[in-house]
């Protein structure tokens, strides 16, 4: 479909789709206090899971969840934020896609939590 915008390509489209990840990231931590939360979190299982790593996979299976976690929560952020903007009023349907949301957050600590305990037992 044709909306006679001429999209960047090549390099230019790299360009803004950096500055587009960098608005978020900011925005992300300049209003979502979960994700400041999260980030601190990781300041401190990322450095942990190098020390306590024995090897590349568990490296990967330490970090991995840690880098979920600030992913699902970005993205539960922007369904937030998407939510919000159509309107303040209650409507099941838009509390229920909050909640799928957070779910999804909740879900991916827990893969987090199994991971650090089968790494750290094993």
Do not use: Y
């Not at 001429?6 to 931590?29: D, I």
């Not at 903007?85 to 896609?97: C, T």
């Not at 949301?101 to 909740?106: I, L």
């Amino acid at each position: 479909m044709r909306t006679g915008r001429v999209k960047p390509t090549g390099l230019m489209r790299l360009l803004n789709a950096f500055g587009n990840t960098w608005r978020g990231l900011v925005g992300a931590w300049r209003e979502e206090a979960a994700f400041r939360q999260e980030c601190a979190l990781a300041a401190v299982l990322v450095p942990l899971a190098f020390w306590l790593a024995d090897g590349p996979i568990e490296l990967a299976l330490l970090l991995g969840p840690v880098v979920v976690v600030l992913i699902v929560e970005l993205l539960n952020s922007a369904i937030e934020a998407a939510i919000d903007r159509i309107g303040e009023e209650r409507h099941a349907l838009s509390g229920l896609a909050k909640d799928l949301g957070s779910a999804a957050v909740f879900g991916s600590f827990v893969l987090l939590a199994l991971n650090w305990a089968a790494v750290l037992a094993g």
